[in-house]
């Protein structure tokens, strides 16, 4: 069960203005493209269930993520999530030959067969997906995520935390953005379902 923090920033202003406040704590930045695929028949997405493909940093790395059953309350997210790293060279032959997908070695894609029906003869789609900068940092002992997501359709910006205890870590990410003036909201959408819905929240 992957638990973060997500709230949501209204604009570039409010963005540039929290990386300023947090660039001591800077670690690094990644450049990710995110892809999702699913059945013709929407066999994932009709059993809440999301298969995401993320290359980083100029396909450095290929992530395979599976995540399920996905719940956003006041700015906590909690989803079953299960990742696999794969070769990057491998990835992008399944974004250009989605059908490629059923035949690879994977833990995760026999998931995807097993557990939620998606068998071979359905073939898999590439849905599409979006980019994403982002900044992380170590604050307070708490890694967090300042997001810049390139969508067809507008930029939104997002702060996200994974932790176990996210009360706690709300509590002190609302304290210091309130102290330094900085504007946001809870997340009220993940980001893949702002990307469905083809506009920004």
Not at 153 to 165: A, L, M, Q, R
Not at 172 to 188: T, V
Request: glycine residues 4%; hydrophobic residues 35%; aromatic residues 10%.
């Amino acid at each position: 069960m992957e638990v973060e923090v997500k709230l949501r920033l209204p604009d570039a202003h409010n963005h540039t203005r929290l990386n300023s406040l947090l660039y001591s704590f800077h670690l690094k930045t990644l450049h990710q493209q995110n892809l999702f695929f699913d059945s013709d028949a929407a066999t994932l997405s009709s059993q809440r269930a999301v298969l995401r493909m993320r290359f980083f940093d100029n396909d450095s790395r290929c992530v395979l993520s599976l995540k399920a059953k996905p719940v956003l309350i006041n700015g906590v997210s909690r989803v079953e999530e299960d990742e696999e790293e794969i070769d990057p060279v491998i990835g992008r032959e399944c974004v250009a030959d989605p059908s490629k997908l059923s035949y690879i070695e994977s833990r995760i894609l026999k998931r995807c067969k097993d557990e939620f029906g998606v068998v071979v003869e359905m073939g898999f789609v590439c849905l599409g997906g979006f980019e994403n900068v982002r900044q992380v940092y170590e604050w307070r002992g708490l890694k967090l995520e300042v997001d810049e997501t390139k969508y067809s359709f507008g930029v939104s910006y997002e702060v996200e935390c994974e932790t176990p205890d996210p009360e706690e870590a709300k509590r002190n990410l609302e304290e210091f953005l309130k102290e330094n003036g900085i504007d946001y909201k809870y997340s009220e959408m993940s980001k893949f379902a702002v990307f469905r819905s083809g506009k920004l929240p």
